[in-house]
C-alpha cells in the first residue's frame, strides 16, 4: 500500500511539474505581435497580413514572419513604400529584423508632405515600448531612436537601417523615435561646404581613361611632291572635381565647396604625387610628311588620371548619413601620347583657293 501511494504520489508530482513547466513555457511565448500604426492600430496574426495592411493590401506575398537579415529588410520595405508613399518606419523586437514587428506611416520624408515628428512607442502601442530593436526607415525617412519620450533621453544617430545589440546602447530601452529626411546628395554636399556636416573621404580607386578625341592643327600640301612641314600646336583641356547627384546629374566641385573639395583633392595629391589644375596646357612641335594635294589634321587624345571613391556626410543635426561619389580627373601632362594623324585628298575647289593653297603650297595653322 505505502508503495502504491508513493508511485501515486510520484505521478501526481510528475503531472504537476510537467504542467508547471507547460505553464511556465506559455507565458514565456505568448504570440508574436504585427502591428501597423496610422493614427489608428491594426493588428494581423502574420507578418504578411501585416504587410498587406501597411500597403492597403498591394503587397499580399510578404513572408510570413519577419524578414530576418538587413538585405531582405530593406528590399521588402522598397515594395512597400512604393505601395504607400505615407510609410515612415518599421521595427522589430530583436536586433536581427525578426520577432514582433511594428511599422509607422507617419508621412514619409518625401516630397511636400508634413515632416514626420516624434512617435511614442509608449503611446502606440504599450508593448513595444522598451522592446525593438532593430529598424529601418521608408520613403526618404532616416530614423533616430531615443530612450524616454518625445527623442529624449540617450539617442541614436539617424540612419536608414539600425540595429541594437544586447550590452549596447539603447537595447530594450527604445520609448520613442524621431525621423530625419534623407538630405540629396547635393544638399549634402553643400552642408558639407558649409560645416553643417563632417565629411569623411572613404575607400577610393585610381584608373587611367583616354578623352575626346580633338583636332589642334591642320597643314595643306597643295603641290604634286610629298612635304615635310613643322608644326607648332598648343590646347588645353579642362580637368574636373566632382560628384553625382541621385539623378545621374554630375556637378562641379568648386571652391566654395570648401573643404570636401580640399580633402579630395588632397588624397588626388598623395596619390598621384602632383596637384590638381583647372586646366593642362599641350604646347609642341610636331613634324609630318603630307602627301601631294592631301590635308593633314593632327588630333590630340589626352590621357586622363581619375580617382573615383566616396564621401560620407554626417548630418549634424541628427547624424543623417548620406554618401555622395566623387571623381578628380586630371589630363596627364605629355603632350606625345595620344597623336594622330588624319590625311584628307584636298578637292578641285579647295586646291584653288588662295587661302588654303596660296602661291607657297600650303597651309599649316594651330587650331
Not at 508574436?32 to 504578411?48: E, I, K, M, S
Not at 514626420?116 to 526607415?137: K, Y
Not at 611632291?225 to 545621374?248: C, D, H, K, M
Request: some cysteine; glycine content about 8%; proline content about 7%.
Amino acid at each position: 500500500m505505502r508503495r502504491r501511494i508513493a508511485v501515486s504520489a510520484l505521478t501526481a508530482l510528475s503531472f504537476m511539474s510537467s504542467a508547471g513547466v507547460t505553464s511556465a513555457a506559455a507565458a514565456a511565448a505568448p504570440p508574436p505581435r504585427y502591428c501597423h500604426y496610422n493614427g489608428v492600430l491594426q493588428c494581423a496574426d502574420t507578418f504578411r497580413g501585416l504587410v498587406s495592411i501597411a500597403t492597403f493590401g498591394r503587397v499580399t506575398d510578404g513572408p510570413l514572419t519577419p524578414p530576418g537579415s538587413w538585405q531582405t529588410a530593406q528590399a521588402l520595405g522598397l515594395r512597400m513604400e512604393a505601395a504607400n508613399p505615407y510609410l515612415s518606419s518599421m521595427h522589430f523586437s530583436n536586433p536581427d529584423w525578426t520577432g514582433n514587428a511594428l511599422s509607422i506611416a507617419a508621412n514619409g520624408c518625401k516630397g511636400g508632405m508634413n515632416r514626420p515628428g516624434v512617435m511614442n512607442l509608449n503611446v502606440i502601442d504599450p508593448s513595444f515600448d522598451n522592446r525593438v530593436n532593430s529598424e529601418f526607415g521608408m520613403n526618404g525617412c532616416q530614423v533616430s531612436p531615443a530612450q524616454h519620450p518625445n527623442h529624449t533621453g540617450s539617442t541614436g544617430d539617424a540612419r536608414p537601417i539600425g540595429w541594437h545589440n544586447p550590452g549596447t546602447s539603447l537595447y530594450n530601452e527604445i520609448t520613442s523615435v524621431y525621423y530625419y529626411p534623407t538630405p540629396t546628395r547635393e544638399e549634402a554636399v553643400k552642408a558639407c561646404a558649409s560645416g553643417a556636416a563632417d565629411c569623411t573621404l572613404k575607400n577610393y580607386r585610381t584608373s587611367l581613361v583616354s578623352g575626346d578625341s580633338d583636332p589642334v592643327a591642320f597643314s595643306t600640301n597643295c603641290t604634286s611632291v610629298p612635304q615635310n612641314r613643322a608644326l607648332w600646336w598648343e590646347t588645353s583641356v579642362a580637368n574636373e572635381t566632382s560628384f553625382t547627384t541621385e539623378y545621374g546629374q554630375k556637378l562641379i566641385l568648386g571652391l566654395e565647396f570648401g573643404d570636401l573639395k580640399t580633402g579630395i583633392e588632397l588624397a588626388f595629391s598623395q596619390t598621384y604625387g602632383h596637384a590638381t589644375t583647372n586646366t593642362t596646357t599641350f604646347k609642341q612641335q610636331d613634324s609630318v610628311t603630307i602627301p601631294g594635294k592631301y590635308r593633314s589634321v593632327l588630333y590630340k587624345t589626352p590621357t586622363f588620371q581619375v580617382l573615383t571613391g566616396t564621401a560620407t556626410a554626417r548630418i549634424k543635426d541628427g547624424g543623417v548619413l548620406v554618401d555622395v561619389p566623387w571623381s578628380v580627373k586630371q589630363a596627364v601632362s605629355d603632350g606625345s601620347d595620344g597623336l594622330t594623324w588624319d590625311e584628307i585628298p584636298l578637292t578641285a575647289a579647295e586646291l584653288r583657293d588662295p587661302k588654303l593653297c596660296p602661291l607657297s603650297g600650303g597651309v599649316t595653322r594651330s587650331l
